[in-house]
């Protein structure tokens, strides 16, 4: 593979090449400005504007790369790699760098194992995209970067069923559900429930794995 990866393969959550089209795009835009507006808000009332400015460019960021992954089934490097960084470098300038470090770093271990194992299930854009999530939601504690991880494979699992049974019915539909916009809808979503604050404990994220 080159370096703009595939999200999905002919095997993988889903079959074929085509992507979710207009409906689905519009699911998950609905879905993942629900969750980030969520996040947004819960930002600003806990930590202030500096905070929820961070939420708000992480949900654009979440909202760009899963219409890519939806519309090519592709997630390249120039979405996925840049975020991530900028991530990271915000998490750091906020001093909790070692925390979204070691979010970034179990996540992408996991994810390319995945790969690893079955690259047709797991692309390697999955593999970078999980740096910049993992970041992010390691800076809500350990639950949040644990639940946005499960989150994330039950969404997929639960979008790639119904897409198989709307196209057995209708005949026509996707024939592939991407991993990414599932990743990023989660992750919000676990930011927005995170118990009191979107930096409850960064230092919990050992213990709790």
Known sequence: MGDDEDSVGDNGTGVGGHGAGIRGAAVYLAAVSAAGGAATWRAAASLGAVAAAGCAALTVWCAVVGLVDLRTLRLPNLVTVPGAGVILAAAALAGHGRAALYGAGLLTAVYLG????????????????????????????????????????????????????????????????????????????????????????????????
């Open 114 to 209: 995945a790969h690893l194992l079955r690259p047709a299930s797991m692309g390697a854009g999955d593999v970078k995209l999980a740096a910049g999530l993992g970041a992010a939601t390691a800076l809500g504690g350990g639950a949040v970067w644990v639940q946005a991880a499960l989150g994330a494979l039950a969404l997929t699992a639960a979008c790639a069923g119904l897409a198989r049974v709307v196209r057995r019915r209708d005949g026509a539909g996707p024939r592939a559900w991407p991993h990414g916009p599932s990743m990023c809808t989660a992750s919000l979503a676990a930011l927005a429930l995170a118990p009191s604050s979107l930096l409850v404990a960064p230092s919990s994220l050992l213990v709790a794995l």
